[in-house]
Nanobody, 129 residues
């Protein structure tokens, strides 16, 4: 069983920065995996905004390219999401997710919910005035 625990959600001003972290455990050595961050604002559908696979290929939603950076520290079993130049539309609950298979995973596939086996509980991000 894979466990995912997010942290770092906070309130920041427009143009500000936040760094989210997700500590994960339980991925069996030899399995292939990808990790992703999903975002959901009230009244909107969940959106995969950034993904990274175990080969460290990355993929981003068009709405966050140039502002979000996803990274993976395998030694610390931690996934990160650096959010820069925060915009109002970035507000929502950010959830860490993992897709685990016995074959390599194309990173672009990992921003889709059906690629995911495991979900965290989420951490909130909001804009402050």
């Amino acid at each position: 069983q894979v466990h995912l625990v997010e942290s770092g959600g906070d309130s920041a001003r427009a143009g500000g920065s936040l760094k989210l972290a997700c500590v994960f455990s339980g991925i069996t050595p030899g399995n292939r995996y990808c990790m992703a961050w999903f975002r959901q604002a009230p009244g909107k559908e969940r959106e995969g905004v950034a993904a990274i696979n175990d080969a460290l290929s990355v993929d981003y939603a068009e709405s966050v390219k140039g502002r979000f950076t996803v990274s993976l520290d395998s030694a610390k079993n931690t996934l990160y999401l650096q959010i820069d130049n925060l915009k109002p539309e970035d507000s929502g609950t950010y959830t860490c997710a993992a897709g685990v298979r016995n074959v390599p995973l194309w990173v672009g596939y990992c921003r889709a919910a059906h690629a995911i086996n495991y979900w965290g509980n989420g951490t909130p991000v909001s804009m402050s005035s």
